[in-house]
């Protein structure tokens, strides 16, 4: 696609857009909401829009029509007292905010034991499973009354509105903690005020060899659920065919139509498609030229030195790959003892589920990893690799600039936007090493340095060859990256799935 073609592009989005929703209701329904509540001291209560590209994109739907409302979980007392209300935001999108407040038993079953760790374990392949999970009876009460009830209420929520508004409706549901809504709102509602659905998957979805560490009871609940959905969207190919296999495999009564990318189960059917999900590439050159970010970038320029910057920046979480990211490092130094005191390693690390023990020990040993490194190679004048945890985006896409090398070895990742996000903002033409098990390899490939994410060797050389790699290299494959990302961003993915619906007849 040409500069043009990226432009014709949008704009063709933004008119599907606009005549997609101007006789059509939207309902987004994810954990979180588009909003965070608090009360001010006159007693009102203020809202301050959610941060993120997710959270942006989808409010930008909600702007195209009158009728939009935002069911979520609520994670504050200020949002339980809230429950249902209109919220009119900066450019003029209303959205009817609509806050479900399970009781505390319930969220912590559905949120802290099925949602994270359960799936999110399965759907990433991190289970240990000689050791864990171990299924007993306080999961299953998890599962019972957290979080089938939580998806059943969400359910509920949502057929309210549908019964609510004249118009047909789209209704778009985010991720794992929501697989059983689009069965429980089927059998809810009455064939002619049924909405369109649209289930977006975020994380990988697995073959069915590792569904069998669910017991057959739960894993059929889930498939259930989710061959209820109109239109199923993963973010790569690979996932989609995973999700058919599995169905194959373990819905006895559906029929699978690989050719069509379809499951077809009781008289019903979920076409599956891949969405890749993308950035906000606009805003986020726009949030380079800013203030804060202008201080960052100054701040890290005089941790960094003269030294060549390796970059990772990550959630907290086992499934990111840290230690083995500093276990490659330490390999690198090993080999190559030429790079000794020329690096620097910087790891920006965003605190995440900390009341999950493991995540907590995952924090100590990639925390013991980077020390035990820095007592191997640093000295008075080198730490070899520098670890910051805290929450600052700024900061992140400051550092982005700086990178030489940005490491991205997820075990796997649905997609991973720091990979999509670094290219975009990197000055220094620096190069992308990327873990195969990560969803932006269908995309980033041609651009990157692909790794094998358990391969330390392997990813030690890849750092090695990334640092090495002539200048004339680095710059086309910056390019490279820099024009693939470019021309598929947030506005494409949503655009790709109201284009699925139409063309569907949905
Ligand atoms: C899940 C899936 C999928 C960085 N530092 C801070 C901060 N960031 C930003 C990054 C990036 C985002 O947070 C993280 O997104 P990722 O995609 O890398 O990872 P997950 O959080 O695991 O996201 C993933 C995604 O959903 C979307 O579908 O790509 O595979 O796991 O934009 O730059 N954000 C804040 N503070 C920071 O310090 N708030």
């Not at 979920?270 to 969405?275: A, E, I, K, L």
């Not at 990256?481 to 569907?504: G, H, K, P, T, Y």
């Amino acid at each position: 696609m040409t500069e043009l073609g990226v432009e014709d592009r949008s704009h063709s989005c933004a008119a599907l857009e606009a005549e997609f929703f101007a006789d059509r209701a939207l309902i987004i329904a994810a954990n979180r909401g588009p909003v965070s509540l608090e009360r001010a001291s006159d007693g009102s209560i203020q809202f301050q829009r959610g941060g993120g590209g997710l959270v942006t994109a989808l409010i930008g739907l909600c702007h195209h029509t009158s009728d939009a409302t935002w069911v979520a979980c609520a994670r504050t007392e200020t949002d339980t007292e809230w429950q249902e209300g209109h919220i009119t935001l900066d450019e003029g999108t209303a959205i009817d905010v609509h806050f479900i407040s399970p009781d505390e038993a319930a969220y912590e079953g559905y949120y802290n034991v099925i949602a994270n760790p359960l799936l999110w374990f399965l759907q990433h392949s991190m289970w240990d499973v000689p050791r864990a999970p171990v299924i007993d009876r306080a999961t299953w009460q998890a599962w019972d009354e957290g979080y089938k009830a939580i998806n059943c209420e969400f359910a509920e929520a949502i057929a309210g509105h549908v019964k609510g508004t004249s118009r047909p409706t789209l209704v778009m549901i985010q991720d794992y903690h929501l697989y059983l809504v689009a069965r429980y709102l089927r059998s809810g509602l009455r064939r002619r005020q049924r909405p369109t659905t649209l289930h977006f998957v975020h994380i990988p979805w697995p073959g069915p060899e590792y569904w069998r560490i669910l017991p057959p009871a739960m894993r059929q609940d889930i498939l259930n659920g989710l061959c209820a959905v109109d239109v199923l969207g993963f973010q790569t190919r690979e996932d989609g065919q995973n999700f058919l296999r599995t169905c194959e495999s373990m819905l006895p009564r559906a029929s699978v139509n690989y050719r069509r990318s379809r499951v077809w189960y009781r008289n019903h059917a979920t076409h599956v498609r891949d969405f890749p999900i993308s950035i906000d590439v606009g805003a986020l050159r726009q949030m380079v030229l800013s203030e804060e970010v202008a201080q960052h970038r100054s701040e890290l320029k005089d941790i960094v030195g003269d030294r060549r910057l390796i970059l990772r920046i990550d959630r907290i979480e086992p499934s990111k790959n840290i230690v083995r990211g500093f276990l490659a490092f330490e390999e690198l130094l090993e080999l190559h003892s030429g790079w000794r005191g020329r690096l620097q390693f910087l790891a920006l690390l965003v605190p995440s589920r900390l009341d999950v023990d493991e995540y907590r020990h995952y924090l100590d040993d990639l925390m013991a990893t980077a020390g035990r490194v820095n007592a191997k190679y640093g000295d008075s004048e080198w730490e070899p690799v520098r670890v910051l945890v805290g929450d600052s985006y700024p900061r992140a896409v400051a550092a982005m600039e700086l990178y030489d090398v940005l490491l991205v070895n997820a075990i796997a990742d649905g997609m991973n936007l720091v990979a999509k996000e670094g290219p975009i903002v990197n000055e220094r033409d620096g190069v992308l090493i990327l873990s195969e098990r990560a969803g932006a390899r269908q995309q980033l490939e041609p651009g990157a340095l692909v790794v094998s994410p358990c391969d330390v060797f392997a990813t030690a050389e890849a750092l090695h060859q990334a640092l090495e790699m002539p200048a004339k290299e680095r710059r086309a494959r910056a390019e490279r990256l820099r024009w693939l990302i470019e021309r598929e961003d947030i506005a494409d993915w949503l655009c790709r799935q109201l284009e699925a619906v139409v063309e569907l007849g949905l």
